[in-house]
């Protein structure tokens, strides 16, 4: 396995510990460490290297990207209205993850309508 294929498996798993870790000491640490860009970096990698380069296409995709964020942005909010509203894990996962795909839909509906 090559270190390319194999970097994202280690940083994920340092990550994962760091939040483990930091969680005890700080939670807001242990927030941000988890809300870390970690695979937005390798898509753009991936999409630069696929491109050859091609700057325009990679800021095409950063451009996504962008607009892809508030679909997350929705999740973390309904978990965390569900976590203040004392949830249990699953079902507050469950909302994060049916606000997520909300957000998704709403992203495709106005990318169609403005198509038309």
């Not at 000491?25 to 242990?30: D, E, F, G, I, Y």
């Not at 800021?59 to 996504?64: M, P, Y």
């Not at 909300?102 to 990318?111: D, P, Q, S």
Request: aromatic share 12%.
């Amino acid at each position: 396995m090559s270190w390319q294929r194999f970097a994202p498996i280690v940083i994920s798993i340092t990550v994962i510990i760091l939040i483990a870790v930091l969680q005890e000491q700080s939670r807001l640490v242990a927030a941000i460490t988890a809300t870390m860009p970690l695979t937005a970096p390798l898509g753009i990698w991936i999409v630069y290297a696929a491109q050859g380069g091609d700057k325009q296409a990679v800021a095409e995709f950063n451009g996504s990207l962008l607009v892809g964020v508030w679909p997350t942005v929705g999740f973390l909010v309904a978990v965390w209205l569900a976590a203040r509203a004392g949830w249990r894990l699953v079902p507050m996962l469950v909302a994060g993850y049916a606000a997520w795909v909300v957000g998704l839909g709403v992203l495709f509906g106005v990318r169609y309508l403005l198509e038309l």
